[in-house]
């Protein structure tokens, strides 16, 4: 008797969305609601070092094989038509890595906007690059720009790198904007949320709805830190090079099973509560 579950899915292979997929994707293709994904899912890529440890590589080799991950990751948001992604590349805190590590990161980051610049074009893909640009080598700081003027028209996913980021330095960066465009103008007062949310970054995004973290940390490592207030977290022990679409599917099916209320309540909860009791009574 033929496995019918195996039949759906190569029934649907030649005409699905993303393509040719595998049983366990179609199970959760058939559990995933495409009116309720996220806008901006947000990513921090770890455990390469771990993933190379494990198979007695040099870490430079977690990197490389990661990079299939972050394609992976990037064609499928793309497909399903959210509207932004950001992947966590480079930190100001990873320059204290080995010298030789950094300077194969910058490499490798340039081979892979070389290469995969077809890739971003036929998905429509629009590029940012979010950190302190001007400290990053020059070559690095030429392939991004030239990057993003090629993939500027694009009107699909927007693709936010950080790299050489760190969420306090981007807060202390749209403060001190702030302060010098006030200084131009003689103008003073309150700085509110709204004033320091345009000087971010990532002005123009909706803030991350979920945050992806793999290969079990449970810590933000400083990613983010004011856009992700009320983003929905998923935590998973994959490490990054073994994070696959299937992977990527579960987190945006556990994410629709959250309930987002922002501070507030769900009005049928509010309405079955008893009313409070003073104290001794």
Known sequence: MPDNKLNKTLLVASSHPLGAITAEEAYLWEKLDLTRLPKHVAVIMDGNGRWARKRHLPRIAGHRSGTQSARTTIETCARLKIEALTLYAFSVENWRRPK??????????????????????????RMRFLGRMDELPAGVQKDAREAMEKTAGNQGMVLCVALNYGGRAEIVDAVNAILAERNGHGTSGRITEEQLSRHLYTEGLPDPDLLIRTSGEMRVSNFLLWQIAYAEIFVTETLWPDFSRARLLEALVEFQTRERRYGGIDESDASSEKPARSVGH
């Open 100 to 125: 030789t590590e950094i300077d194969f990161l910058m490499q490798l980051l340039r081979e892979y906007l070389r290469k995969e610049m077809p890739l971003l074009q036929k998905n429509r893909i």
